[in-house]
C-alpha cells in the first residue's frame, strides 16, 4: 500500500477492506481485479470483534479498531462490509486533522441524539461535534428517522448552527415540535405555535448537477466521501435496513461531481450485507427492535453478492485509475 499519510489525496491504485462479516471478500470479482498489479488490497481481519462493535461500540472497541489500523492506507478507499458497521466511518475520520468537509450519502440520517454509545444510527451526530470537521452534507436520506416521530431524538443543534445539511432525495415535510428553525438550503421553514414544520428540499426531482451547487456551501478543499449503499434501490444493493430509491448512474454522476470540484482525501463504501450476529442479548434485542424485517433472507446469497459487487466495482471504476 502506497499512500499512508493522512495528508495525501485518494489512492489511485489500493483498497483496503476491514473484513467485519466476510461481505466483501466474497466478492471474488471485486477482489480478482483489485488484488493483482497494478492494484493492490489490503485486507484486515476484524471478525474477532464484529458482534462487539456490530451495530453499536464502545470507546474502548473503537480503540481497539484505531489501533490495528494505524499502519494501513487512510487514503484507500475502504470498504467494510454492512452497513451495521457505518459508525467505523468516525474512526476512519479520526486519522485526519486538518480541517475537512464530510458527504455522506444515505438512506438514513444517523443523528440520533441519545445513543448511549456511538451507533451505525448516531455517528454522524458525534462527528458533527468535531472541530477539524467544517462541514457535513448529507445527500439522499428519506427513511423515517426524518419524519416528524424520527426527528424527536434527532440532534438538531448540528443543523440549527448550519454545519449539518441534508438533502433527502425524497420527503415532503417533517414536524420538529419546540424547535424553531430559519430557512435554510435544505428546507424551508413554516413556523408554528409549537415548532417548525420543515419543507425539504429533495434530490429526485433535480439533476446531479444539483451537487455542485452545493459543494460551494462547502468551506474547505478536502473532503472525505462516505458511501452506505442502502441508499440506493434494492435493484443496485441488498442491504441490512429499509432502502431509498436511488439509482446508481444518479449516485456516480454526484461522485464524478465531487471528484471535479473537490480534493478527496479519504472515502468508504458500505452498505453490504451479512446475517446479524451480536453475542449479548441486550444489544441484540436493541438491533432487533431497530432493524426491518429482512427481505434480504428470500434473495439467493450468490444474488446478493452479485448484486453488492456490481455497484461497488462501478463506484471503485470511478476513482482507481
Not at 502506497?2 to 489525496?9: D, F, N, R, Y
Not at 466483501?24 to 493492490?40: C, E, F, I, M
Not at 432502502?243 to 453490504?272: C, H, N, P, Y
Request: overall charge neutral; some cysteine.
Amino acid at each position: 500500500m502506497k499512500c499512508l499519510s493522512p495528508e495525501a489525496g485518494l489512492c489511485a491504485n489500493s483498497i483496503r477492506i476491514l473484513d467485519f462479516d466476510g461481505s466483501v471478500v466474497a466478492q471474488a470479482g471485486l477482489l480478482d481485479r483489485y488484488t493483482k498489479p497494478p492494484y493492490s488490497a489490503q485486507i484486515i481481519d476484524f471478525k474477532d470483534i464484529a458482534s462487539t462493535c456490530r451495530y453499536l461500540a464502545t470507546k474502548k472497541t473503537f480503540a481497539r479498531i484505531r489501533e490495528r489500523l494505524t499502519n494501513s492506507s487512510h487514503n484507500a478507499i475502504t470498504l467494510y462490509g454492512s452497513g451495521d458497521f457505518h459508525h467505523i466511518t468516525s474512526v476512519l475520520l479520526s486519522f485526519f486533522n486538518k480541517p475537512l468537509g464530510v458527504i455522506v450519502f444515505d438512506h438514513h440520517p444517523d443523528w440520533d441524539g441519545f445513543s448511549p454509545c456511538v451507533s451505525c444510527g448516531s455517528w454522524v451526530a458525534g462527528i458533527s461535534k468535531i472541530e477539524n470537521i467544517k462541514k457535513i452534507i448529507l445527500l439522499g436520506p428519506s427513511s423515517d428517522d426524518l419524519s416528524t416521530r424520527g426527528l424527536v431524538t434527532a440532534y438538531l443543534k448540528s443543523v440549527k448552527n448550519g454545519k449539518l445539511e441534508i438533502f433527502p432525495y425524497e420527503k415532503d415535510s417533517s414536524r420538529a415540535y419546540f424547535h424553531y428553525f430559519k430557512d435554510t438550503n435544505c428546507f424551508t421553514v413554516r413556523r408554528g405555535i409549537f415548532g417548525s414544520t420543515l419543507c425539504w428540499a429533495s434530490l429526485k426531482e433535480k439533476s446531479e448537477n444539483f451537487v455542485k451547487e452545493l459543494l460551494k456551501n462547502m468551506p474547505v478543499d478536502d473532503v472525505y466521501v462516505s458511501i452506505d449503499k442502502d441508499c440506493l434501490s434494492n435493484a443496485y444493493a441488498v442491504t441490512n435496513w429499509e432502502q431509498g430509491t436511488m439509482s446508481v448512474d444518479w449516485l456516480s454522476s454526484a461522485l464524478s461531481i465531487i471528484k471535479e470540484e473537490k480534493r478527496i482525501i479519504g472515502m468508504d463504501i458500505t452498505g453490504e450485507y451479512s446475517p446479524i450476529v451480536i453475542k449479548n442479548p441486550v444489544k441484540r434485542f436493541l438491533s432487533s427492535l431497530d432493524h426491518p424485517k429482512q427481505a434480504a433472507e428470500t434473495v439467493e446469497p450468490s444474488k446478493i453478492i452479485s448484486i453488492n459487487e456490481a455497484t461497488n466495482l462501478k463506484i471503485l471504476e470511478l476513482f482507481l485509475k
